[in-house]
């Protein structure tokens, strides 16, 4: 079965703190995968997308990345701030066009 | 990105009455439409992929007949909760994906249905 893992399943930090959010999958034959951020009683929104072929992506803060062959990915957050506080989602796909399959999340909060 | 708009954000209901859903993609041509469930604390669950202008296909365990999608146009994909019961009570989220399937999906804003 595919199946995506997060962890932690909770991460409290202070301001300022780099963090890292850890996401695996048992079947490493994705076709790419994907990083939202979820606010409370919100929709998804998209941060990052990992081609299969590609091993990281960036954007401002965020850095993400992945190691297909062990079936891993990490999403690093740096010098985190209050408004970094959500529920980060990592889901992947298996193969072009099809549903993806998510994790259930790490829930972030950052306190000033 | 994308915009998909998912209408509404919220809604309560009574049981044995009927709920629509509506996602419409604001620019782009959504040929699929993927339709997600999401239990507190659990991660999303696919319920059913919706092609324009076909039948969607259900995901194992997901009723049809209770959770009827239309897909008439390219940029509208509704779902309707038929004879709600308060365990249907969920929050429910659109996708879309366009015909590149290299691009990143895309969601609504989701929908919070209360059962009453």
């Known amino acids: 079965k595919q199946e995506v893992t997060q962890i932690p399943a909770a991460l409290s930090v202070p301001e300022g703190e780099n963090l890292v959010l850890n996401c695996s999958f048992t079947d490493s034959a994705i076709y790419n995968l994907q990083w939202f951020r979820q606010d409370p009683g919100k929709g998804l929104t998209s941060l990052l997308l990992i081609q299969s072929s590609q091993r990281e992506q960036t954007s401002g803060r965020l850095n993400a990345s992945l190691d297909k062959s062990s079936g891993r990915s990490t999403l690093y957050i740096a010098a985190s701030q209050p408004g970094d506080s959500a529920t980060y989602l990592c889901a992947v796909v298996y193969q072009a066009g099809t549903a993806l399959i998510f994790g259930k999340g790490t829930t972030l909060s950052v306190s000033s | 990105g994308a915009v998909v708009s998912q209408h509404p954000s919220w809604v309560i209901c009574k049981s044995g009455t009927s709920v629509k859903i509506e996602c419409r993609s604001l620019?782009?041509?959504?040929?699929?439409m993927f339709w997600y469930r999401q239990f507190p604390k659990k991660s999303l669950m696919l319920m059913a992929t919706s092609n324009e202008g076909s039948k969607a296909t259900y995901e194992q365990g997901v009723e049809k007949d209770k959770f009827l999608i239309n897909h008439a146009s390219l940029t509208l994909s509704t779902l309707t909760v038929t004879s709600a019961h308060p365990e249907d009570s969920s929050f429910y989220i659109c996708?879309?994906?366009?015909?590149?399937?290299?691009?990143?999906?895309?969601f609504g804003q989701g929908t919070r249905l209360t059962v009453v």
């Open positions: 996708s879309e994906r366009t015909g590149n399937k290299n691009t990143e999906a895309f």
């Open positions: 620019d782009f041509q959504a040929t699929t």
